[in-house]
Every structure is written in C-alpha cells, then in structure tokens.
C-alpha cells in the first residue's frame, strides 16, 4: 500500500517551460489536494478536488491548472512556468468525512 | 474563515527539556486541529487530531495537544524532548462540516532544534 505518490520528485524547468506533476493515491479517498510550500509561509492550497471529474480554486491557483480524470489520481499543471513558482509542492488527500489528510513526500521545483 | 498563528518560528531546545509549540486557530464554526511533522526533505505525517471529543490529545511519539476553547488555542507539547524530535511542526485546522469547504488551513510552521 504505497498511500500518496508524487511523481517526479525534483524538476528544473526554464521560465516559459510547461509540465505536468502527477499524484497517485491508492486509499479510494475522495478528496485531494495540491499545496506548496515556502519558506515562511507554511503550506498554501493551490487546488482541491472533492471527487472525479470536479475540482477547485485553493488560496493561490494563479498559473496552475488541475485535473480529475480518474479518482486516484490529481494532476497538477504549470503551463508557463516562472521563478515565482519555485517551491516544493505537496499532495495529499483525505475521505470526505472529517479525518486527517495524507500526504505525498513532495515534488521539489526549480524554475530557473 | 478558518486560520492558524503560530508563534515562533523557531525554537529551540535542551535535550530532556520541555517541548512547548504554540497554536492558536480562528473559526466561526467548532473546528477539527492537527497538528503534522515534517522531517527534512520528507513529506507531512500526522502527529495527533482533536475532532470535538476529548480535549487533550495524545499523539505519537510522545506528543500532546489541549484544545482550550476559550483561549483558542491547540499547544502542542512534549515532556521531555529527544533528539530525533527536531524537526519543523504545522498546526492546520479544518473547518466541522461536510462540503466543499473541507480543507487543511496550515500555520506557517515552527523549526524546533534541540540541543545536546
């Protein structure tokens, strides 16, 4: 049972450049989530879907798009990327009733 | 709206001495709080939830947290701290109901060091 799986872990891209991060979850959880973190800053909900096919602006969604095609798996996208988007982004997810959040072990990117 | 302050961004203590992090949360409606771990270059993992039963929770390795509502608060502390506790630690909050709005507010977090 391998929980929340973020693929790639590192990444550098030039400013302009796209990608894509994938997260995987093998629990059935309905929710999931993308979050980066910065210095200082704690972790900030970029996007959030509550089931397949259905997702939703966080608290800085700005150059980012997502995408639910199937329930396992969150797709985070950058199609444009720039230096202001260096962070290391995490996702997690949860079932829709009131428990605690999983998370995935990170995907470091650098936008040069 | 929901949010979380933490106080001190960092903290730093002796070996064997008490570990005390301070969060406090803002919620219009009663929240559920945890309070995570990230070691370095790891991911989140969850130390310890209050969900509205009892209010001082125990967590793993050691950790506890008193929800006081009339403070606002979800401390997190530790008797006696060890080596392998230094770490970066995160209260979130959630807000109590179903929906849409079900998400992790995090605070901006608290590097605890611990010295020899």
């Known amino acids: 049972n391998a929980g929340v799986t973020q693929t790639p872990k590192f990444r550098v891209l030039k400013t302009g450049q796209s990608m894509t991060l994938l997260c995987a979850q093998d629990m059935n959880h309905e929710y999931m989530y993308w979050y980066r973190q910065d210095p200082g800053m704690g972790l900030r909900l970029i996007h959030y879907?509550?089931?397949?096919?259905?997702?939703a602006k966080g608290e800085v969604p700005d150059g980012y798009n997502v995408s639910r095609l199937k329930k396992q798996n969150f797709l985070l996208g950058l199609e444009s990327a720039a230096p202001s988007q260096t962070s290391v982004y995490f996702c997690a997810s949860s079932y829709m009733g009131q428990t605690e959040a999983f998370f995935g072990q990170g995907t470091r990117l650098t936008v040069v | 709206a929901q949010s979380v302050t933490q106080l001190g961004s960092h903290v730093s203590v002796s070996e064997g001495a008490l570990v005390l992090l301070r969060c406090n949360y803002s919620s219009s409606v009663p929240p559920y709080l945890f309070w995570y771990v990230q070691y370095p270059n790891q991911g989140l993992q969850l130390l310890l939830k209050y969900t509205s039963a009892a209010t001082l929770v125990k967590g793993i390795n050691g950790f506890e947290a008193e929800f006081k509502k009339s403070e606002t608060s979800f401390h997190l502390t530790k008797p006696s701290a060890h080596m392998s506790d230094a770490a970066e630690y995160f209260c979130?909050?959630?807000?109590?109901?179903?929906?849409?709005?079900?998400?992790?507010?995090f605070g901006t977090g608290t590097l605890l060091a611990v010295q020899p």
């Open positions: 979130a909050v959630r807000a109590n109901y179903g929906g849409a709005t079900n998400k992790l507010i």
């Open positions: 879907s509550v089931g397949e096919g259905t997702t």
